[in-house]
């Protein structure tokens, strides 16, 4: 169960992300919000300190505490991430920054474990397909398989700085997987493409595993083209 700090927090930073709260609004002060949400004093202060670490506020002197714009930001920080896609700011051009950010990374780790993984990583790298295919059997979560599935490959890249990197890194692939798994017939489409990242990186074929990630990341694009599509189409029926 989630402590009543993080429960604030998540409340508040969804406030943000939604609109709410927009950048430049002063939020009310600590005794107004304590009162409003029935916590302590203490508790919404660690949570004005919790936003602020994470470029979201900024306590001025004598001013308050103003909401700052979303380029300072924490973007790749995974409660910045969740909040956003709970409160609907998820939009198309946050998607087309996602897929960019995927194809700059994912196709060169790719590479990079086809080269370097060990026998062990090979096994958890398989070990992590083999849990996809049970949750697209309906056995298990999807997303955090898929999510074990992306994270061996890159700890199986042995870089120092892609390794720093994989806390963010999974904060926008949980995003990302978790809008195309609410796709119909999402999961199971991309299983193929991801045994065929499996078997190039267990094969060392550094190629292929190129290949398979961008064949991955294009299918993904085309989904969420779709659903935009699909979306627009819904949205232009007469009431």
Known sequence: MATLHRQVLNQIGEQICSGKFAPGDILPSEPELAEQLQVS???????????????MLEVRRRYGT??????????FDPDVMTWRARAGAVDTSVIRDL????????PNAAKL???????????????AFKAMERAVAGHCEYVPADLAFHGAILAACHNQFVQQMQNALSAILRTSFELSSEIVGGPARSLPMHEALCVAIERGDETAAEQAVLT????????FDDRAKLASTANDQPV
């Open 41 to 55: 004093r203490i508790t919404i202060r660690e949570t004005m300190k919790s936003l602020s670490a994470k470029g």
């Open 66 to 75: 103003i909401v700052l714009p979303r380029s300072q930001w924490q973007l």
């Open 99 to 106: 897929m960019e950010l995927r194809l700059i990374i994912e």
């Open 113 to 127: 474990a086809a080269r370097r993984a060990t026998d062990d990583d090979r096994k958890a790298i398989r070990r």
């Open 216 to 223: 991955l990341i294009r299918r993904a694009e085309q989904d």
